[in-house]
């Protein structure tokens, strides 16, 4: 463990030495603030605005869950299942992956942007009999990570499977989060959060901003990279 930390230590080092990560750090955290902002504006202009609800194939045509009985598990997967993968993507390249954190955080900047851009074009209205939890009302300002008609496409699908790809490479990881993106599509159907297409289209629009970011940022991701392999190296460690 003390191992792993020395090497953690050098890598961080090594890498805030490095000007191209640096200022690649810079622009993803300023980028990823800049998004929080723009979202938040995004969302409270969404819940501003007079809105009706529309019909949904799938939502018109299944059995409405009782959710007197299951309320406690759909609930809990709903709002504690997205700060999991909030905290999870904060502190996972931090500690096991520092080159790939200026490529994480434009990542998920570009996902909140895109998505803060779509919720603003057309105004429709949270699904009939939408499940609001009494909880969410008492969310802070900028603290709020729900709201009303931030709908497409869903955060909710859209975000773990976006982790997932971040760390493909890593098998569990990749699965657990491939899986927990299903778990909420699921969740935020039964529960009346989302439309059908805010939930299928998301698996799209993540995929392709995932592909777009990694594109562009390759060549940065290979020399960071390259930085941590040396480390290695050095110290013999891998």
């Given at each position: 463990?003390?191992t792993?930390?020395?090497?953690?230590?050098?890598?961080w080092?090594?890498?805030?030495?490095?000007?191209?990560f640096?200022?690649?750090?810079?622009?993803?955290?300023s980028l990823?603030?800049?998004?929080?902002?723009i979202?938040?504006r995004a969302?409270?202009?969404t819940?501003s605005i007079?809105?009706?609800?529309?019909?949904?194939?799938i939502?018109?045509f299944?059995?409405?869950?009782?959710?007197s009985?299951?309320e406690g598990?759909l609930s809990?997967?709903?709002?504690?299942g997205?700060?999991?993968?909030?905290?999870f993507?904060?502190?996972?390249?931090?500690?096991?992956?520092?080159e790939?954190?200026?490529?994480?955080a434009?990542t998920?900047?570009?996902?909140i942007l895109?998505?803060a851009?779509?919720?603003?074009?057309?105004?429709?209205?949270?699904p009939?009999?939408y499940?609001r939890?009494?909880?969410?009302?008492?969310?802070?300002?900028?603290?709020?990570?729900?709201y009303?008609?931030?709908?497409?496409f869903s955060?909710?699908?859209?975000?773990?499977?976006?982790?997932?790809?971040l760390?493909?490479?890593?098998?569990?990881?990749r699965?657990?989060?491939?899986?927990?993106?299903i778990?909420?599509?699921?969740?935020?159907?039964?529960?009346?959060?989302?439309?059908?297409?805010?939930?299928?289209s998301?698996?799209?629009?993540?995929?392709?901003?995932?592909v777009v970011?990694?594109?562009?940022f390759?060549?940065?991701?290979?020399?960071?990279?390259k930085?941590?392999?040396q480390?290695e190296?050095?110290?013999g460690?891998?």
């Open positions: 463990m003390i792993y930390f020395i090497k953690l230590w050098h890598q080092k090594e890498l805030l030495y490095d000007s191209k640096k200022w690649s750090l810079f622009a993803g955290i990823l603030c800049i998004a929080f902002y979202n938040f969302a409270l202009y819940d007079p809105v009706i609800s529309v019909g949904d194939v939502l018109d299944t059995r409405k869950f009782d959710l009985h299951l598990l809990g997967i709903f709002t504690f997205i700060y999991f993968v909030v905290l993507v904060t502190f996972y390249p931090i500690l096991f992956k520092p790939r954190v200026p490529f994480t434009k998920i900047a570009a996902f895109i998505r851009f779509f919720i603003s074009l057309t105004h429709i209205g949270a009939v009999d499940f939890l009494p909880q969410l009302e008492d969310q802070p300002g900028v603290f709020k990570f729900f009303m008609n931030d709908l497409f955060g909710h699908t859209g975000f773990p499977f976006l982790v997932a790809l760390f493909w490479d890593k098998l569990i990881i699965w657990f989060f491939v899986i927990m993106s778990l909420q599509g699921c969740t935020v159907l039964l529960m009346r959060v989302h439309y059908s297409i805010d939930v299928f998301a698996y799209f629009i993540t995929y392709s901003i995932y970011s990694d594109k562009i390759n060549n940065l991701n290979l020399s960071f990279k930085i941590v392999i480390i190296e050095r110290m460690i891998k």
